[in-house]
Every structure is written in structure tokens, then in C-alpha cells.
């Protein structure tokens, strides 16, 4: 058998089917998925001396056990066991928790080496776990592990592997780049990231693979970004004075930076090259007009123009609003999602419209990509909360037509210079204004002994006939088990609000169907409260919907507590945010002080890179950025920016192919990005 990285991870010795399924719901698919599946941290085994140790940090201590050890059980599945341990002299009281099958291995008057956090004040140490005599290495990787599959087995598999196709990890990352940058081989990286021996061996590892990382997500993308210059696009004609009349007939007028985007969507759509640009807008900063405007200018050219969402709610939303501005004008709107195509003779008349050109717009949910739908004619495609798609959907409905035009929207401002280096193939255009008269959300930080007063608050708003979101962090593991769950509030709420209110509960475990019934619930005020875990996050316009509440703020990234607070401020109602936190340190305080002062989501993009310190992530992936492994795109945002240079400079040098240190790199683009036509 010819062995390749892309191989499944099923083809190791004793990774059964049941092993297989565990991994892949850890998103380990394949072996190289396997070699990739790094560490999220690394701890010193090594023991200290306490003198050395500071308040509450992880180490390891070695001492020599003083007392039989006793096991307390308190609760059904709870208990901890308590022994005293002798460390220089001093006797250290040990605890560990829900772990009562180590008893067996403390034994009055041995030595052992425990990991742990200790309490100095205290003189306590919460234990961890305890080190085997003998283990060889001090310095060990941690894995994300999960129920099914524990973490020394996912290292032992990763050792299995690396033995096995260790010959096939090959550089992509050109020598001269390596040397440039002194950076590992492959091989070496993926080895030392794994298997360290110490941290500056890790941290070594560490920077070669955000580099790597990047290098590969920059080399796909420049290289898209050549090939979509060579392909000609549409030269779409629009009819400019129909556009003009209909932007005249607006019920208001497009603000300035509305103004300007059109203009250059306008021109994009002309020129014979194609358009393939993002658009950045604010939550409320009127970025569907804009698409509408596109999608008519389109029309008048006697082309299509669809419209995918991430929801069905969203999709229903947009084309109610789309038929109201279109059908007047004699253009037919559609509506695709699932729901819509359950029915089998409305789908086939809906396919036949879409093929024969009677609809013209199209708006809907993934449903759009399916390969029954086919256009007639299509010009214009574009995505709203484009970070909500892949790559793949984008690049599938883009097919649908032969080189349309794309705009992807998203309401998550992202600097500037991240948004360029991330999204390196599109153009960038930015609506970085509200549309004037819009009522300010008044935000408040309260503390969690507050909570009562904005709950009495929020009793008057409803009864003033106003509805209310409630957003509550959702559990992740028992680690967070300080977190309340959206279940808990609602039972909470439920109680505080008695039966006169209406509260409803959205959660991610929820079936899509059930999602969209309780958010038409809401829409249709058949509920007062919605509490909610973030799922509401994304573009629900409920204009009567005029208060939110964030429960544990501090525990959102500041683009995400912006996101939420946009849900409001929507309709004619003064409008409320309370953010509900009690942060401990200077940083929390800071980030809520942000959400307090501003209501302007690249400010708080800005602060919010500028407040986060290294090595913290919160929040990459719901700026919508795409998601990187090792790497961070703000904190090593100078890494992207140089990962981003080199590749587009070796993309573009003409002498890509000759050169025998890009062998690598034009097979990982053959068989990774799978344009093989155009790379012969
Ligand atoms: P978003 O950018 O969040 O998608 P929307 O497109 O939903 O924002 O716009 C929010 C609201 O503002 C809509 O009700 C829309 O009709 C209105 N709107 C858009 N542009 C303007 C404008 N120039 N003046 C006044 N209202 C506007
Ligand atoms: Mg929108």
C-alpha cells in the first residue's frame, strides 16, 4: 500500500472504527489532520522548589506523604481525597478532586511527584495529577481531548504516526525561506511541536508552524487571486438611468459612504474584469440596500442576481423586503431554503423560473448550491455574514454562473490591515457610517448584584409593550461550570416574570427547524423575553425587540457583544443593552468601559485588538476570520503580513515552475487547491 498523509486516520494499527469516529468529531480526519493536532499548551513537569513557585501557578512538587490518605465524599459523583505531604521541611495539605482511584497510589512514608496548583497563603495544593516514577520527559504537550478519546491516546497515535509517515513530511515552505527566516524544516517542527524538550525547543517549533500555517493559507490565496485576474469576467451594461430613478425612489436618501460603495460596485460590474469584493458595514449600517441596489443594476442588464444567508429566518426576511422594493418594477423575487423546497411541485417550478430567467433575484439559505439549481443567466452573487460560509459553499455557488460577480457582506468590522491580509483575493470597501436619525443604544455595565434593578427595568419596558433578549454564555465543559446556562436563566426568568410574560428559549442544541419556529415566535410577539445563547448573533431584524441583556459579558469577545447588542436599536423604540459582569481585572474592566463608550464597531474593533494581550484568541474566529491552527492572525499579524509577502511574490515570480525549491509547493497547490489545469 502506498501510504499518504491524506490517508484516514483508520489506517493506524488499532485505530478501529469506533477510535475513528472519536477523532474525526475532533476534526481529525487524516494523518497529516493528526500530525497538525498540536498541543493547546505545555507544562512543566519539572518539580520545583517552593520558594520558586507563585501564587497559584501550575507546577509540580516532590515530597513524601505524611498521612494516610482520606477520601471525603460529599454529594452523589462528588469526593476528595486529602493527605498531608512533606516539601522542604514544611507540610502541605493535598487535595484532589473526583479522582478517588489514586488513593490506591499514595501510600504514608513514599516519595511522589504531584502537578498541581498551590495556594501559598494556604500552604494548599490542589492536585492534578500524579507523576509516574521514572517518566522521562518533564516537559509534555496537552491535548484537547474528549469523552470518547483521552489525551495520552491521542499523543500515543500522534507518536504511531509520525513514526510511520514521518518520510512523507516534506517542506512547502521554499529553502530559501527557511534560511531567510531561520525556520524548521517540516519535519523537524511538526516533531519538536509535539515532542519538545524544553520550551525554547516548543516555542522554536511553534513559530516555524504559524509561519507554515500561514504560508499555505497565503499561497492558495495569491494564488487565487492571479488566476481571478486572468479569467475574464461579466461586462454587465447596466441601465444607468433606470438606477438612478431607482435610487431617487427610495423612501431615503444613501449616506455618503453608500453612496461610495455603490459607485464602486457600479464600476466593478462594467469593467470585463471580474468583481470580487467584501463589503464591511456596521450592524445597521444599511448594507442590504446596497445589494439591492446591485442586484437591480444587474437585472437592468438582463442578468440574475442571487443572494445566500446563513438562516432561513434571514433569507425570509430579505426577500420579503426584496419583493416589496422589486415587484413593483415587474421583477420576480425567489426564495430558496429547505423549507421552501420541501414542497416537490413548488421546488420544480421554482428550478424551472430560476432556469428560464422569470425570477431574477433569488435569495435563500445554502439551498441555493445544490446542484439541481441552475441559472439562466447569472451575473451577481452575493453572500451576507460571508464568514458563515466556507470557502467551498462561496466558491459553489459562484459556479452556478460563468464568472459572475461576487460581493460578500459581513457586519464584523475587522481592521483594515487584517481585513487585506486575510481576505488577500477581494477588494475591500467599507460603510463606515450610520444612516442619520438612528436612536443611540443605551448601554450599561451593571454589576451581578444589580441584576434585580435591570430585571424591574426590563418588567416596565415590556409592559410598555417592548420585547427583550436575554443572552447567556453556553456551558462548554465542566470547566466552566461557574457559567449559568441558558437553561438555568430561563428557569430563573420564568420565576422572576411569572406567567403574564411570555419567555422563550433558543439554544444551539436545538434542530434549525426548531431554531426558526422560535424566532418567528418572536417576531410575531408571541413571546416577550427570548433567552438565548449567542445563536441570535447574526442579522435577525426585530424592530420591536427594543432591550438586551448579556449575562457574564466579560466572557465575549467585544466583536461578538457588539454583534448582540446590534440585535436592538432596530426600530422606533429607545433601546437598551445591559451587560451584566463582574470582571476581576483591569482588562475586563477595560473591555466593558469599551462597550459602554462606543457604539461604533470599528473603534471597538481597534480597542479590542489593542486590549488583547498575547496569546489570547478570544474572539478571532467570531471576528470572522478564518480559522488557523497554531496561529493567530492578530497576535502574529506581522507573521501573516510576511507569509503574505513572500507568497504572493513567489506566485507571481515567473520563474515559479523552474525553480527546484518550489517543488513542493506547486504539488501542495495541485493537490490541495485542485486548479491542476491551470498550474500545467
Ligand atoms: P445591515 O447593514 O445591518 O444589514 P440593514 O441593511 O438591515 O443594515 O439596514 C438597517 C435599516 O436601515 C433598514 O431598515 C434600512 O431600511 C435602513 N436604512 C438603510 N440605509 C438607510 C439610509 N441611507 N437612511 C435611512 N435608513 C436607511
Ligand atoms: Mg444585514
Known sequence: MVRKLEDSVECLPGVGPKKTIALNKLGINTIEDLLTYYPFRYDNLAAKSLSEISEQEKVTIKGTVASEPTLIRFGRKKNRLNFRLIVENQVILVTFFNQPYLKEKVQLGNDIAIYGRYNIKRQSFTGMKIIPAGQSNDFKGVYRASKEIKANQIEKLIKLAFDEYEYLLNDIVPLSLRNKYRLETRKQMIHDMHFPQNKKQADLARRSAIFEEFFRFQIGLQFLKKEDKKNSGLSIKYDNEKLKKFIESLPFELTNAQKHVVNEICFNLRQPEKMNRLLQGDVGSGKTIVAAIAMYAVVTAGYQAALMVPTEILAQQHAEKLAKLFMPLGINVGLMTSTTTSKVVQKRELLKQLKNNTIQIVVGTHALIQNEVEFAKLGLVITDEQHRFGVNQRKLLREKGTNPDVLAMTATPIPRTLAITSYGEMDVSIINELPSGRKAIDTKWIRKKQLNEALSFIRQQLDEGAQAYVVSPLIEESEMMDLQNAEEVFEKLKKYFG???????????????????????????????????????????????????????????????????GRVGRGSRKSYCFLVADPTGDYGKERMKTMVDTLDGFVIAQRDLELRGPGDVLGTAQAGLPEFKVGDPVRDLKILQIAQQEAARIINDPNLKEKDENFELLKFLKRKINWNNNLD
Not at 419567555?503 to 438565548?532: C, Q, R, T, W
Not at 424592530?543 to 447588542?565: C, T, W
Request: net charge neutral.
Open 499 to 565: 406567567e403574564q410574560y411570555r419567555i422563550g428559549l433558543l439554544h444551539g442544541k436545538l434542530k434549525p427547524a426548531e431554531k426558526e419556529n422560535i424566532m418567528k415566535k418572536f417576531v410575531k410577539h408571541e413571546y416577550d423575553i427570548l433567552v438565548s445563547t449567542t445563536v441570535i448573533e447574526v442579522g435577525v431584524d426585530v424592530p420591536n425587540a427594543s432591550v438586551m441583556m448579556i449575562l457574564d459579558a466579560d466572557r465575549f469577545g467585544l466583536a461578538q457583544l457588539h454583534q448582540l447588542r
